[in-house]
């Protein structure tokens, strides 16, 4: 089949070569001169095929995303031993999928069907990774593969289909929830476009505190009175719960005062400037402001954190050059947790609230990706993550052999960023 994503790509042509010129360089022991025939989309397919069997993995990776690559070649790369060169086959893929329209995506569907098949089970994360974004939005995406997908024990794989895969029911979501095959797949699904009442309810029962935090953030989740209702009665020790809560469409009479009894002060004040109570519930949270007053000398008072001082003290330090691995294991040490949580937001560039979101999932990934880019050693990070993340110390991410951090840089951004919604970008 020659050229056979060719049509469907409208991209950059490089100056053609002659055949017998083509035939020449790909032969030649200049590895450059057979990638400059890799790459043109213009050689005969034979040769493109010829080179798909190159020994230089630079070379095959050209043929890889080359558009004119025979179907035969990119089924022989798919399978190719080196990751740089399947990734440049998902990639060439990943660039084709938005571009299939309805005729074009029935003729071809075969021939992705099987190569699709063989990258979204390949070993590398990273290549599973690119189909899956490249399949996220897709209606007519294979369901077997996007279910595949959805169930990977790699969030950077299941994240994009768990949150926006059309072709998955509510009856899978819910299985998938249940079981929970990779750290952060429940948030993926609570922050789905249409988020349904059963679907909320069993991201409920799964007690997951950033995912059950997604799902009262996303504004299209319909959740049932009853479980907001529980949900509010778990809250009071839930800070990262609050806003959301209050912020709630369609908040319940009785639901309001609840959260009247226990929020902030600066949430209080957005709870009754709410439009949508009844005259009776107004008054009811305006008694309670100002019985909490009363009570406490002060609304502020009663709902005063130690966080700003902390931070106070954390900017000192760090103007100081004493905010380091040392001042952060002695606090932790001592419980002064919320210090450690303002010298984070310091040294990470991020806001209190997203460091707080990143330790309440109870990730272990995601604590070790906070103290990475707090500067932090990776020793600090073993404290963090049973201290502060609450991870079993059977879960706990070890140091590599040197001490390093064990994870991959781009793994631990696409994890903050997971966990913060893009805050800490």
């Known amino acids: 089949m020659i050229g056979w994503l060719k049509r469907v790509f409208r991209g950059r042509r490089l100056r053609a070569i002659s055949y017998e010129k083509a035939k020449r360089l790909s032969r030649s022991s200049d ?20 080179l798909a069997s190159d020994p230089e993995p630079a070379v095959r990776a050209a043929v890889a995303g080359n558009s004119a690559t025979p179907r035969q070649a990119d089924l022989l790369l798919a399978r190719d031993g080196d990751e740089r060169v399947r990734r440049a086959l998902a990639g060439k893929i990943a660039r084709l999928v938005p571009r299939l329209d309805a005729r074009t995506s029935e003729r071809l569907s075969r021939a992705l069907r099987e190569l699709l098949d063989i ?7 990273r290549v599973r990774q690119i189909i899956a974004e490249a399949l996220q939005a897709r209606a007519d995406a294979p369901h077997e593969i996007v279910g595949r997908l959805a169930r990977d024990g790699d969030i950077a794989v299941a994240g994009p289909v ?13 299985d998938i929830v249940d079981v929970a095959p990779a750290s952060g797949a429940c948030e993926a699904v609570a922050r ?6 059963d679907l909320a309810d069993a991201i409920d029962r799964t007690g997951d505190i950033l995912a059950i935090t997604a799902l009262l953030e996303n504004r299209n989740a319909q959740i049932r009175e009853a479980t907001l209702d529980s949900l509010i009665d778990r809250a009071p020790k839930i800070v990262p719960w609050h806003r959301p809560l209050v912020s709630r469409p369609h908040l319940s009479a009785s639901a309001a005062r609840k959260l009247a009894v226990f929020v902030a002060a600066n949430l209080l004040e957005i709870l009754r400037a709410r439009t949508d109570l009844d005259p009776a519930a107004a008054r009811d949270i305006a008694g309670i402001m100002m019985r909490r007053l009363g009570e406490s000398g002060g609304l502020a008072a009663a709902s005063a954190s130690p966080l700003p001082t902390a931070l106070d003290r954390a900017s000192e330090m760090l103007a100081a050059g004493t905010l380091h691995d ?21 040294l990470a560039s991020m806001p209190i609230a997203s460091v707080e979101r990143v330790l309440a999932a109870q990730s272990a990934k995601g604590v070790v ?4 880019r707090a500067g932090l050693a990776m020793r600090t990070a073993i404290r963090l993550q049973v201290a502060l ?12 052999a040197d001490g390093g951090y064990p994870l991959p840089e781009e793994a631990m951004r696409w994890q903050l960023d997971f966990l913060t919604g893009g805050v800490a970008r």
Do not use: T
């Open 369 to 372: 990706a906070l103290a990475w």
């Open 192 to 197: 789905r476009q249409r988020v349904g009442e």
């Open 389 to 400: 993340g609450r991870i079993a110390q059977s879960a706990v991410i070890e140091p590599r």
């Open 162 to 174: 768990l949150q926006h895969s059309p072709v998955l029911s509510e009856g899978e979501l819910i």
């Open 31 to 50: 590895p450059a001169r057979r990638c400059r025939v890799a790459r043109d989309d213009r050689v005969r397919p034979e040769l493109l095929y010829f």
């Open 119 to 125: 990258l979204a089970a390949d070993e590398a994360a």
């Open 326 to 346: 040392e001042a952060l294991l002695s606090a932790l040490r001592q419980g002064d947790h919320a210090f450690v949580k303002a010298a984070l937001a310091l």
